[in-house]
Structures are given as structure tokens and as C-alpha cells.
């Protein structure tokens, strides 16, 4: 078998472990058109607000096509922490209202034995079937109406359930969430603000806004922000990124692209993922305009450019030839020497 063998000065020093590096398996970057259609976008998230209660703190999500995902619950965990950042309890959005006392039936009444129970929504009732058994879903109706609900001790649900005394059990708390999020693959926002929030007259409106505090504090640290499943060498570049509120009110904002990735490993298995870029502002509130609370928004926007990486093994010849270029162009005054000569 003929092949090249390179008689250079510093062989030993130079040559060995460059040809070391060439022999490993190199990962190829390609730019294509993103042709794909109809595929869903996976957001993971990790956020924690150090001074925002979980019952204050809800999750929006909306996209460019119009579908809308006001307070996700699905997927999603929050966990109460206390000052010092210790969590004092974990769990599902949603889920865990505290029963107590017979509930009034919306036809009036203390529920009965016999009896299955439907809460009355306080006038949002979308129609004359609808019930609503607990704070969470008149809460919800409101929302669909676009009512903000104003006095919730007014409600026998919220009553029941200690609504506004659970708000102030966790009035010094913060709050992590974390979970993800199942979007169409179109531009849209996700956002993180204080109270429950919907649309009225196209603005975007939240219910707590009407009751008691005056200020909210949605400082924040991104433990981890990722659009899809990891792969060998993804950076995302939001996480451990933290944010302090300097001002009461205000929205931060972070402008996301995100680049569609695929890599395929040595053995053709496909990893189908993203990176993103980022960049970040704080809008603070226009002089003459109506307060609004806090919020904390992720806009992403999709790149029509897909990047895939291929991990490929180096041919044996490659990885010399690549060296010996090296060394024909960089090696300057050295002595080189190329010659053939028979090689096992
Ligand atoms: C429930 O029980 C009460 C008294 O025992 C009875 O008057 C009423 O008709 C029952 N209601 C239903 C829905 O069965
Ligand atoms: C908001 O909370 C953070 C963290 O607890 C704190 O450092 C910051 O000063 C607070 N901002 C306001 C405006 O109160």
C-alpha cells in the first residue's frame, strides 16, 4: 500500500498530535430550507420569581394564528419557595383546591347528599348548563367573558376554598414554575404576569389588577430555557440568566429566534431540536397611559433556515492530507520534507 509519510523537523511535537485530532469522528454543519410542515414546538421552561406568590403567578401562551392558551395548567409545576429560596411545597397547577363546608348549588341551596353539584359562575355562565365547582373555574368564566372579578370573597367558591387567605399566606413567597409548553410552529409569545389575564376590547387585561395591591415584583431568574430536546453541543443562551425589578411598573421582554436544528449522531440517529438567539429589553410605561402590572414576555419568532449537523467519521487519507496542507502552508521556515515511500 503506497501512501504519503511526512518527515518534518518537529515530527514528533507537531505531526502525532495533529493527526490524533483528525482521526476523531468531526461534526458537519449544513444550511437548508426548513421544509417541514405542521410540526409543534416544545418550549421547557424553568423560571423562578423570588417575589411573586404561585397563586398570583400565571402562564399565558398565544400564537401569530390566533390560538390562545390563557393560564396553562397542563405539564406545569409550580413550587412555593420561601425568602431564603427554600421550597416549602410543590405542586400541579391546578390541581389541590381544599373542599371544605357544603358548597351552594347554583339553583340555590346547600348541596345535598343525593345531589351532584353545580356551582353557580355568577353570571358568566356560558350557557344554561354550565357549572363552575370551584374559585379556579368561576375565575375562568370571567376570564372567557372578559370580566375581572373583583371581590372574591364574594364568591362561595373562593370562600370555601380560603382564596384571598391563601393569597396571603403566600404574600412574602416567590414562586418556581416550571414544566413546558406545546406550541404550534408559527411565531408567538409566552408570558408570566400576576393574576389571571384575558382579552377585552383587544387589550390584554388581568383581574387581579381591580383588588388590593398596588405593585407586583416580577424579578426573575431562568434556570433553564429550552426549545426542544437537547443534543450534543446546544447552548441556551437565557439560561441562568437573571433580572431585577428597579421600577413599579413595566413589561421585560425577550426576543427570541429560534433556528430549527437536527443532528444526526454516527449511527443515523436524528435528534430534532433548536437553538435561539435572544434579545432582551424593558418597556417601561408610557407617560398618560393606564398602569399596567408587571409582566415578563418571550416572543419567538421562528428561522426559515434549518441547521442539521452530521457527526462523520474522517477518512484515513483525509485525516493526513488535512495535516499535510498544514504543514505546507503554515509551517514557514521549517524544513519540510514530503515524500512517498511504502507504508505497511
Ligand atoms: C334527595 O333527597 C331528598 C330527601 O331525602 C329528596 O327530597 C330529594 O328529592 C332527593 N333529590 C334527588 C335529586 O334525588
Ligand atoms: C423585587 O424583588 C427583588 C428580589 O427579591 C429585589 O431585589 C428588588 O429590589 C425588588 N424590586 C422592587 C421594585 O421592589
Redesign the pocket.
Known amino acids: 500500500m503506497c501512501c504519503i509519510v511526512i518527515c518534518c523537523l518537529v515530527l514528533d511535537m507537531c505531526f502525532i498530535p495533529i493527526a490524533g485530532l483528525y482521526l476523531h469522528v468531526v461534526t458537519e454543519p449544513e444550511l437548508v430550507v426548513d421544509i417541514s410542515r405542521g410540526e409543534t414546538l416544545r418550549i421547557n421552561f424553568d423560571v423562578t420569581f423570588?417575589?411573586l406568590p404561585c397563586s398570583m403567578l400565571s402562564l399565558d401562551a398565544m400564537d401569530i394564528s390566533g390560538e390562545q392558551h390563557l393560564d396553562v395548567k397542563h405539564d406545569i409545576i409550580k413550587k412555593r419557595i420561601d425568602v431564603h429560596g427554600n421550597v416549602i411545597e410543590a405542586r400541579q397547577v391546578g390541581i389541590g383546591a381544599p373542599k371544605i363546608e357544603t358548597p351552594l348549588q347554583r339553583h340555590g341551596g346547600r348541596l345535598e347528599h343525593n345531589e351532584t353539584y353545580c356551582g353557580s359562575c355568577y353570571g358568566a355562565e356560558a350557557s344554561d348548563e354550565d357549572c363552575c365547582n370551584s374559585c379556579e373555574e368561576v375565575r375562568e368564566s370571567y376570564q372567557k367573558k372578559g370580566w375581572g372579578l373583583s371581590n372574591p370573597d364574594l364568591i362561595d367558591q373562593c370562600k370555601r376554598e380560603g382564596f384571598l387567605q391563601r393569597i396571603k399566606d403566600e404574600e412574602s413567597e416567590g414562586c418556581n414554575i416550571y414544566g413546558f409548553l406545546e406550541v404550534n410552529k408559527v411565531a408567538g409569545n409566552f408570558h408570566f404576569a400576576p393574576g389571571k389575564s384575558f382579552q377585552q376590547l383587544n387589550m390584554h387585561v388581568h383581574d387581579l389588577l381591580a383588588f388590593q395591591k398596588d405593585s407586583f415584583?416580577v424579578?426573575h431568574k431562568i434556570n433553564r430555557l429550552a426549545f426542544g430536546d437537547y443534543f450534543p453541543g446546544v447552548v441556551n443562551p437565557l439560561d441562568g440568566v437573571q433580572w431585577?425589578?428597579?421600577?413599579?411598573y413595566g413589561m421585560y421582554q425577550y426576543f427570541i429566534k429560534v433556528v430549527p436544528t437536527v443532528y444526526t449522531d454516527i449511527n443515523g440517529h436524528k435528534i430534532q431540536s433548536n437553538q435561539f438567539s435572544v434579545t432582551e429589553h424593558f418597556k417601561s410605561d408610557e407617560v398618560g397611559r393606564a398602569q399596567s402590572l408587571p409582566e415578563v414576555f418571550f416572543f419567538y419568532d421562528l428561522s426559515p433556515i434549518k441547521v442539521t449537523f452530521r457527526e462523520q467519521h474522517v477518512s484515513f487519507l483525509h485525516s493526513f492530507t488535512l495535516p499535510i496542507l498544514h504543514f505546507l502552508f503554515f509551517s514557514g521556515d521549517h524544513h519540510v520534507l514530503i515524500s512517498s515511500s511504502e507504508y505497511l
Open positions: 423570588p417575589a415584583n424579578s431585577t425589578q428597579q421600577t413599579t
